[in-house]
């Protein structure tokens, strides 16, 4: 599995344990706030691919494109 | 007293979890009547990462026993070992029913991805075509080895989850085999629980 699937398999991973499974005890606890925080870390994750793609791309420009 | 945690419920000839299972915050896994479960600090669970990933490893190794489990959803505890137990007697037909429903099998996952184009309706609906005809073609090809199937759309992603006999996964993979499109599995069936 390639490092750029990593997102679509962490987002897949989330959604499965929780929204699926079996419910036994009808108070199951997640509040929204929690959620939240689950979003959070995957915008972070995916931000985080996108500055390690742009800088790979400013890298690869001649130096008075980069204004040097 | 701790709370305790649920993971999964297993068959009643089921294997206990190996000795050095752990799960949420580093706790022993252990055996509660026919489900797997470790104490807690507190009875509200918050979703990180880590524990998701944590909750899933438990589950996942319940299947690697050989005998399939019913995963539980994240985040349900109970006051107590007792408390659990009677909630899962009170239950126990449902139960019983969704573990036959999966004995024997495991959860193999399709996933699409098909660009939805919003720059016209028209070029919308016929990359709403172009999905479902994606999703389309994934049954062709699976035709008979697949025993149940869930499908689940969302933006440019498309989920298929199967139940497959754990003996015909390799033939799932190789009718597959040349598509573009992500394969997961085998695992726990996340999204075959009991009958409704």
Known sequence: ???ADEPLILSDLISRVLDKGVVLSGDVVISIADIDLIKLELRLLLSGIETTKRESDVSLLPDRARGA | MSPTYL??????????PPPATVGLDGAAVRRLGDAWVSDVDSP??????DRIRAHDHVVATALGTGSTPLPARFGQTFASDD?????????????????ARVAGMVEMTVILR?????????????????REHAARDVKARLG????????RAKDD???????????????????????????????APYSFGPPE
């Open chain 2, 157 to 187: 992603v498309v989920t298929l989850s199967h139940l497959v006999d754990r003996g015909a996964v390799a033939i799932y993979r190789e009718r597959l085999e040349g598509l573009e499109a992500k394969v997961l599995g085998p695992r």
């Open chain 2, 144 to 151: 008979d080895c697949v025993r149940e199937s869930a499908e």
């Open chain 2, 7 to 16: 993971y999964c419920l297993t068959a009643h000839a089921a294997p206990d």
């Open chain 1, 1 to 3: 599995m390639s490092d």
């Open chain 2, 44 to 49: 509200s669970v918050s979703a990180t990462v």
């Open chain 2, 83 to 99: 408390e659990c137990v009677a909630v899962l007697s009170a239950k126990q037909a449902t139960m019983s029913a969704g573990l």
């Open chain 2, 114 to 130: 098909v660009e939805l184009d919003t720059s016209s309706g028209t070029a919308y609906l016929t990359s709403l075509a172009r």
